[in-house]
């Protein structure tokens, strides 16, 4: 049975158009949403434990950034930035999340971190007010990784 020319040309193009529409979308490109959902969601839960911090106090605040430090840290992907009471009892605490991700594209394992600054505020005698902002990342951070450099940072909504 002889296949026909007309056949065989639209096999070709079909394959073509499926190897050229894969090719389209680097993989970047396919880890970099995946990345900065996974930022967002260590930041919202970092949110989450200073307003369910009790009792309400500035000790607990303290412990609970703390733990916060160490609950989302894993192989350095937490940095306290820094954190401070003022006087009139309000609270600030600044972190970098790093996420990193990575899948198999083309035979190839890939990788992809980017980085989210976020500052969080509040008066310690009322968690469930804690408030959350996009902070600009400072220079000098290290990367989550030694091969994988930070990719971009990202903000809490696109």
């Excluded at 607990?60 to 192989?75: F, K, L, P, V």
């Excluded at 003022?86 to 990193?100: D, E, H």
């Excluded at 394992?109 to 980017?114: D, F, G, I, P, T």
Aim: include cysteine; glycine fraction near 8%; aromatic fraction near 6%.
């Amino acid at each position: 049975m002889m296949i026909s020319r007309r056949v065989l040309a639209v096999v070709c193009g079909a394959i073509a158009m499926v190897t050229c529409c894969t090719a389209c979308t680097s993989p970047a490109d396919k880890l970099r949403p995946v990345a900065t959902k996974a930022a967002r969601a260590k930041a919202t839960g970092a949110l989450g434990q200073l307003r369910a911090t009790t009792p309400p106090t500035s000790e607990s605040i303290d412990r609970t950034i703390a733990e916060i430090t160490h609950d989302w840290n894993n192989g350095g992907s937490t940095v306290l930035l820094g954190n401070d009471f003022s006087p009139n009892g309000r609270f600030t605490a600044r972190y970098a999340f790093f996420a990193l991700v990575g899948d198999g594209f083309s035979g190839q394992y890939e990788q992809l971190a980017v980085r989210l600054c976020v500052s969080y505020s509040g008066d310690p005698r009322r968690p469930s007010a804690v408030e959350m902002a996009d902070l600009t990342c400072p220079s000098g951070l290290p990367d989550p990784s030694d091969s994988v450099p930070v990719d971009r940072e990202v903000k809490l909504a696109d």
